[in-house]
């Protein structure tokens, strides 16, 4: 089943987004003056692999922390913008140096973040939540051209339940 996801994050909000999937050999880190031992290990294959949640780990899980397309355009705008060619390493915000961008957020635009991909077979008529650990500050989700929901709030989890919204 593949999924086309969107999600937008407000102005210096930031939000995890999804199609198709930006080339690994383009990534770099952004500009930083501070860099551990540990962010020399980072690239787009591997993105904190690990189960987010320890105490809760499950075999049937999938992360998708990665290489994510993204686009910027006026606050304003309903509608993802026609150019989503810039790349973003998430789960980190676009300021960090890790997700390749390294630079202020564009306090008077959004950020969109786009990506394609596929649930596993074996996960057939089963419930499939989309898990965030923490969007910054406001984002709406779309999956498959519908609207999942909105959240707002810099810190928090959430998930939405996209069981109905996946497709063959």
């Known amino acids: 089943m593949k999924i086309q996801f969107r999600i937008v994050a407000l102005s210096a909000m930031m939000g995890l987004a999804i199609s198709g999937?930006?080339?690994?050999?383009?990534w770099?880190?952004?500009?930083?003056?501070?860099k551990t031992?540990?962010?020399a290990q980072v690239s787009p294959k591997n993105v904190l692999p690990e189960y987010p949640r320890p105490?809760?780990?499950?075999?049937?899980?999938?992360?998708?922390?990665g290489l994510w397309s993204f686009g910027i355009n006026h606050f304003g705008s309903m509608f993802a913008p026609n150019d989503m060619t810039?790349?973003?390493?998430v789960p980190f915000p676009y300021e960090s140096a890790?997700?390749?961008?390294?630079?202020p957020s564009p306090v008077t635009q959004k950020l969109w973040y786009k990506r394609t991909f596929t649930i596993p077979k074996s996960w057939k008529n089963q419930g499939v939540l989309l898990h965030f650990g923490a969007v910054n500050y406001e984002?709406?989700?779309?999956?498959?051209g519908r609207t999942l929901g909105s959240h707002k709030g810099?810190?928090?989890?959430?998930?939405?339940?996209?069981?109905?919204?996946?497709?063959e």
């Open 28 to 34: 770099k880190p952004g500009p930083s003056s501070l």
């Open 37 to 39: 031992q540990w962010a």
């Open 55 to 65: 105490q809760m780990v499950r075999s049937n899980w999938q992360s998708l922390n």
């Open 21 to 26: 999937h930006p080339s690994q050999a383009q």
């Open 98 to 103: 890790l997700s390749g961008i390294g630079q």
């Open 139 to 144: 984002s709406s989700v779309m999956l498959n």
């Open 86 to 89: 810039g790349q973003i390493l």
């Open 154 to 167: 810099g810190f928090d989890s959430f998930d939405f339940d996209i069981t109905a919204q996946l497709r």
